[in-house]
């Protein structure tokens, strides 16, 4: 969302429906196309959170960062196709989708912020 004169300006406000809800179809879908088995809920955001996961297969750890990363340059492409320089663009990303995008992400400049939600667990892990 567009800053001007210190507040927001909506008018000017994309949506990318590009939610982790739908990566995590994803990356379900392609644990099912390679071993038949899917991940839970609990395990793919334990990933999303820390990046890594103690107790899951080496292979399904693959995918999911596989498709996390996707997932990431795949909201970086929107952005540049709306304009979006991140280079000198302020860009703040909130809740669980800052801590994937600042984990999987390659965009690390000042003008990067990532916010993360206000559950406990989530602020721990990052």
Not at 30 to 49: A, F, H, N, P, T
Not at 88 to 111: C, L, P, S, W
């Amino acid at each position: 969302m567009p800053i001007e004169d210190s507040a927001p300006n909506e008018a000017e406000c994309i949506t990318i429906r590009e939610g982790l809800i739908k990566c995590m179809r994803t990356i379900n879908e392609e644990c099912m196309r390679q071993y038949g088995k899917e991940l839970s809920e609990e395990d793919i955001q334990e990933i999303m959170r820390t990046g890594k996961h103690e107790r899951l297969p080496q292979k399904y750890l693959t995918i999911v960062e596989e498709c996390l990363r996707a997932y990431v340059d795949k909201v970086y492409n929107i952005l540049f196709e709306h304009g979006y320089n991140l280079e000198v663009t302020e860009i703040v990303f909130v809740g669980g989708g800052a801590a994937v995008m600042k984990r999987f992400g390659n965009y690390d400049g000042n003008n990067i912020q990532y916010i993360f939600c206000s559950l406990q667990r989530w602020q721990k892990s990052i």
